[in-house]
């Protein structure tokens, strides 16, 4: 079972419209988790990250994170062709020691806004 | 502000040469992290520096890959010997601190597109 799990997509959404990504998580023990979004042929930049169970609020996106189920999603509402990229969902663990630090990466899902 | 700087952007190597690629971290960040993309797939971690030391270096795949970092600054990622299979986008990122529950964001250099013929 991989560690984190992402839909690779691709998503199409119409523009306007509310488009829903998901990630699960193996690790129990993580504690923070990161949706970076990643254009093609650039690098990953951070859009959210959330570590309290519930949602969380930034603009048009929104975070879910489930603990219980092991859960965690990114909403984005009125979307614009701009947001079409790849989104890539990560997860690091609870920090107690040196080791811990790294953060690990689903295989990202390929979203596509439809004008 | 400056972000993560990486060199050089393209490099195109011959399999069983050596390459040398850089990070230059954001200033004042200590922690420095390597990742590798291959194309198509998601980021894989490579090693993780706290300073100028190195607590996890599980990701690396094989002792053809080393790297250091100088003055809690720049890092040198080292593939000896390259085979094709090395061919991918490498990304280093920077934090602030790397250490406590608060999530510490990782920020992201543009990447070394490394092709190995």
């Known amino acids: 079972q991989k560690e984190v799990e992402q839909n690779s997509g691709p998503l199409s959404v119409p523009e306007g419209a509310i488009a829903s990504l998901n990630c699960t998580y193996s690790d129990r023990g993580s504690q923070s988790f990161f949706w970076y979004r990643q254009y093609s042929g650039k690098s990953p930049e951070l859009i959210m990250f959330i570590y309290s169970n519930g949602d969380k609020e930034d603009g048009r996106f929104t975070a879910q994170l489930n603990k219980a189920s092991q859960y965690v999603s990114l909403l984005i509402r009125d979307s614009q062709p701009s947001d079409s990229a790849t989104y890539l969902c990560?997860?690091?663990?609870?920090?107690?020691?040196?080791?811990?630090?790294?953060?690990?990466f689903g295989t990202g899902t390929r979203l596509t806004i439809i004008p | 502000g400056a972000g993560v700087s990486q060199s050089p952007s393209n490099k195109v190597t011959e399999k069983g040469k050596d390459v040398e690629l850089r990070c230059d971290p954001i200033s004042g960040h200590t922690a420095l992290y390597w990742y590798r993309q291959r194309l198509g797939q998601g980021l894989e971690f490579l090693i993780y520096f706290q300073g100028n030391s190195a607590p996890d270096k599980s990701g690396l795949p094989s002792d053809r890959f080393s790297a250091e970092r100088t003055g809690e600054s720049v890092s040198t990622l080292t593939i000896q010997r390259t085979q094709q299979e090395d061919s991918a986008v490498y990304l280093c990122?920077?934090?602030?601190?790397?250490?406590?529950?608060?999530?510490?964001?990782?920020?992201f250099g543009p990447g070394t597109r490394l092709t190995v013929l």
């Open positions: 990560a997860v690091k663990p609870l920090i107690s020691n040196f080791g811990n630090e790294k953060l690990t």
């Open positions: 990122a920077s934090s602030l601190d790397g250490i406590g529950v608060q999530p510490d964001t990782q920020y």
